[in-house]
């Protein structure tokens, strides 16, 4: 069955640096849209970033523009998010999505475009 495994998460100070990682199986990673979104208690589910299945399209949360990165390793069926520059406000639990798409280009910001979610990990970054 389709899962979706993120790993990477942890305790930082601001100013640092965490790269999640979110190991695939049991799905066709090469024909999935990847993203990656956020939760903290009590708000809503919030878009971080998202990666077409080709790579070649991603986009980005204004909150976190120029300071994540997401990528895709199709050798390793993972999709990354490097987080830099981290703030007190980037605490949460972040989780992993992912669906497929039959057009190379296309990317969803909307955590019901997606069909497939990870457990989440814990990102805690302290002032």
């Known amino acids: 069955q389709a899962q979706l495994v993120e790993s990477g998460g942890g305790l930082v100070q601001a100013g640092g640096s965490l790269r999640l990682s979110c190991a695939t199986s049991g799905v066709t990673f090469s024909i999935y849209v990847m993203g990656w979104f956020r939760q903290t208690p009590g708000k809503d589910r919030e878009f971080v970033a998202a990666?077409?299945?080709?790579?070649?399209?991603?986009t980005y949360a204004d909150s976190v523009k120029g300071r994540f990165t997401v990528s895709r390793d199709s050798t390793k069926n993972t999709v990354f998010l490097q987080m830099n520059n981290l703030k007190p406000e980037d605490t949460a639990v972040y989780y992993c999505?992912?669906?497929?798409?039959?057009?190379?280009?296309?990317?969803?910001?909307?955590?019901?475009?997606?069909?497939?979610w990870g457990q989440g990990t814990q990102v805690t970054v302290s002032s």
């Open positions: 990666i077409s299945r080709s790579g070649g399209s991603t």
């Open positions: 999505a992912g669906t497929p798409s039959w057009r190379t280009s296309t990317i969803y910001n909307r955590g019901s475009d997606y069909n497939t």
